[in-house]
């Protein structure tokens, strides 16, 4: 419910393009270049700001096999801490996928695992 309720009211004040310091709101957070698709500081619930990199404008609208724009942003979502205050221990869908059957644990706080449930609920799980 949390998580609707933050996408439900972001609009333009909630993004910000990405820098290269990778400096959000009471988070330093380490830039890795192409590879940083976007982030977010988890603690901002205030403003729930999410950073986008210039490589998230590249990635698919949306996919249940790769990353996309819309799992992208449910994933950074997931992050706040009002929301699921998850974690990137495994990263891509595909990987978060795969994980279902050995790394349970990790799934249930992972951030991709997150995204891929909301956007494809039991679809993403089934294979």
Known sequence: MLCARVLRNLDSKNFVRLTASGKLVGCTIP????????????????THTIAFNTSFCHLR???AEA???LSTLIHE??????????????YYLRESRKAVG?????VKTNADSL???VVWGEVFYAS
Request: hydrophobic share 25%; charged share 25%.
């Open 102 to 106: 050995t790394e349970r644990s990790k």
């Open 115 to 117: 995204a891929g449930y």
């Open 61 to 63: 609208d949306t996919s």
């Open 77 to 90: 979502v997931t992050h706040f801490d009002d929301t699921f205050g998850s974690f990137d221990s495994i």
């Open 31 to 46: 830039n890795h270049g192409d590879t940083t698709v976007a982030m977010v500081c988890g603690p901002d619930v205030s």
């Open 67 to 69: 990353d996309s724009k």
